[in-house]
């Protein structure tokens, strides 16, 4: 069983820990109300578009997957680290995208690195937290996820009106970096090995 950390620790992790689990939502619902300024943008149909959607999807489901088996025999903070940096190469791909190959590209690849925030969260966790701390945190972050639905379009809406259609993906780009210079900064104070050496 986990002992209590920190009380500062305990909250910066559950900050970057709700940063990364809401980061697939916001990173897809702050442009859908732009599929029509997207399709024109990479001279394309909406349909298309909307496809980048499931696409997101399937990968960010696959990811979780893998991740989720992996977390058990890699170093669970580097992992988070790899899948936050492989979102951010995703987003600057779909900020950047001048075809809409490339930001189907872009997508695919935020939602493989997205995946890995949503699953080895939870087992970091359970491996960090004591059981109050745990109850909170996963409270906080369960919270969190079911706003960043109805939230994100709002503030997608807000930033493309005020700032441009492509200040909505460096938006996530920047909340991405935040998330990764919140778990930089505190990974040397984790003492986590992976579950397989803890069997052996």
Known sequence: MSSAISR???YVLTVTFILLAVLGQLSTGIYTPFFEELAELHGTKISLIEKSVALFLIAFAVSQLVSGIACDYLNKPRLLQSGL?????????????NSPLLFLTGRVIQGLGGGVGVSVTRALSK???SPQQLNISLSLTNIAFAIAPAIAPMLGTLIGE???LRAVFFVVLV????AFGLLFAVTPALK???VS???T
Do not use: E, S
């Open 197 to 199: 050496t803890l069997r």
């Open 8 to 10: 500062r620790l305990f």
């Open 162 to 164: 005020w700032l441009g």
């Open 192 to 194: 986590i090995r992976p």
């Open 175 to 178: 909340i991405a970096l935040l």
């Open 85 to 97: 940096l492989l979102f951010i190469v995703g987003t600057l791909i779909v900020a950047h995208a």
């Open 127 to 129: 491996q960090l937290f």
